[in-house]
């Protein structure tokens, strides 16, 4: 049997070709489980907010970090 590797994600193809029918996908950054509700209610509560890109510059955490661990969270 000659075995195409390529990324995966694509449970469906897989099952076919294979005959498998329960299948976790460990090639994919996918949780079998789906969102915990913790994240549900967060996105929920805070959608209006993820029409907008984040920093790229991160200088809110930056500013955070440093405070936190007492040091000069400029990048030089």
């Known amino acids: ?7 995966g994600g694509n449970i469906r193809k897989f099952r076919e070709q294979f005959g498998k029918k329960n299948v976790i996908d460990f090639s994919a950054n ?7 509700q913790r994240v549900l209610d967060i996105v ?3 959608y209006n907010v993820v ?3 984040p920093d790229t510059d ?12 007492d040091i ?3 990048c030089t």
Request: aromatic share 12%; hydrophobic share 25%; proline share 6%.
């Open 44 to 46: 929920r509560r805070d």
């Open 58 to 69: 991160c200088e809110h955490l930056r500013k955070e970090l440093a405070q936190y661990y």
């Open 1 to 7: 049997m000659s075995l195409k590797f390529t990324h």
């Open 30 to 36: 996918i949780n079998p489980l789906g969102p915990s």
């Open 51 to 53: 029409v907008h890109y």
């Open 72 to 74: 000069d969270g400029r």
